[in-house]
């Protein structure tokens, strides 16, 4: 079937991106508010965007075309911490993404060890397998969303999933990060996995000599 996005409503456009773009990596999102207290929220619209400078991004959606806590902390501070998710934190994750009234810190509602960055305010989580420092770098308004393209400023990933530092080898599959898939509470393991080895044009073409 073809679906003409530029004629279907926000719930339908959403179910569809929601559906068919998965896995999506979790950004579970770390910020302050005015008054310096924390706010924790996971976002699924995230992604690398390059390493050169290392950048992500961000999709935050608004309600009535105003921010929500995350993208307005953002906006008026400009730093935050992104989180990778584990399986061993989905729970505490997923209590941090009720929808508690604005000045909750949700780090301590779930009981959230937390951490000082070395360069921007909000804290790190300690438990996560890797959180990245970052600032943004650019904000793009949309009536349904605000776009938040930052650089990752400090990476700090826990010592257990470094298996070669000089080498910068990861223990990758160790982290047990989870992602969301289609719809409503549902998530993805990063256990089942397989792997191909990209060819080269001379492979391609000796075979075809072959």
Known sequence: ??????????????????????????????TLDDAGTPNAAPHSFFNALGSAPPMVVLGLMKVGGVDKDSAA????????????????????????????????????????????????????????????????????????????????????????FVLDEKRMHLDTPAMKLIARTHGAGWYQRGSDQFQMHRSSWADLQGGAAG
């Open 1 to 30: 079937m073809r679906f003409d996005m530029r004629e279907l409503p926000f719930g339908s456009c959403y179910k569809i991106m929601n559906s068919t773009i998965t896995p999506r990596p979790i950004a579970w999102t770390v």
């Open 73 to 160: 902390y953002i906006r008026a501070r400009r730093d935050f911490v992104v989180a990778l998710v584990g399986e061993h934190d989905a729970e505490r994750m997923n209590l941090t993404a009720t929808d508690s009234p604005r000045g909750v810190d949700e780090l301590a509602l779930a009981e959230i060890e937390t951490a000082p960055a070395s360069v921007v305010a909000p804290p790190l989580i300690v438990s996560a397998p890797v959180c990245f420092e970052c600032r943004t770098v650019d904000l793009l308004d949309y009536a349904g969303q605000t776009v938040v393209i930052a650089e990752v400023l400090v990476t700090h990933i826990r010592d257990e």
